[in-house]
């Protein structure tokens, strides 16, 4: 299976705030240039995981964002699932046309490959992402005006 950029991006910017101290809020153009990714790019993301209640964001001259829950609260294989489309082939949509589909077995096999990898995804949090926090949050000063 492969995230898409989107997804990805999400989770580093998750990974980015949390990172933070918890009196620091981050700002987007710093993800973006830390990350070297598109400011328009990464404000639509931020914008979405606002809506999704990931993010707390705050605009104005000392604005920015913080994480809406904790760490702990945020589960990986929950998030993979509320930002892809996990409908691997079109067998798998309701309006699947497929001419194979009644006699091909390649559906339950995808169907049991999605289902170890959300698994093995559904047993970690953004906290177990972020034990080495504060080796990221170096990281990140480097690369950012944080």
Same mark, same amino acid.
């Given at each position: 299976?492969q ?5 990805d +991006?999400?989770?580093? /910017?998750l990974? +980015?705030v ?5 009196? !620091?809020?981050?700002?987007?153009k710093?993800?973006? #240039?830390a +990350?070297?990714?598109?400011?328009n790019? &990464? ?6 995981l606002? !809506? !999704?209640?990931?993010?707390? /964001?705050?605009?104005?001259? #000392?604005?920015?964002? !913080? ?7 945020i #589960?990986? =294989?929950?998030?993979i ?6 409908? *691997? $082939?079109?067998c798998?949509?309701?309006d =699947? =046309? ?8 390649l559906?339950s $096999? ?6 170890a990898? &959300?698994?093995? &995804? ?5 906290? %177990?992402? &972020?034990? #080495?926090k504060?080796? *990221?949050? %170096?990281?990140?000063k ?5």
């Amino acid at each position: 299976m492969q995230l898409t950029s989107y997804t990805d +991006y999400s989770l580093r /910017t998750l990974l +980015y705030v949390g990172s933070l101290p918890e009196e !620091k809020r981050a700002q987007v153009k710093d993800i973006a #240039n830390a +990350y070297h990714l598109s400011l328009n790019h &990464l404000q639509k993301i931020v914008h979405d995981l606002g !809506k !999704k209640e990931l993010l707390e /964001t705050v605009r104005g001259r #000392n604005g920015g964002m !913080k994480l809406a829950k904790s760490p702990e609260e945020i #589960n990986i =294989g929950e998030l993979i699932r509320m930002l892809e489309d996990l409908e *691997l $082939v079109e067998c798998f949509s309701k309006d =699947g =046309g497929c001419l194979i589909s009644g006699s091909c077995r390649l559906q339950s $096999v995808l169907y049991e490959a999605r289902e170890a990898f &959300l698994q093995v &995804l559904d047993r970690y949090t953004l906290a %177990d992402l &972020l034990q #080495n926090k504060d080796d *990221l949050y %170096d990281l990140f000063k480097k690369g950012t005006s944080i």
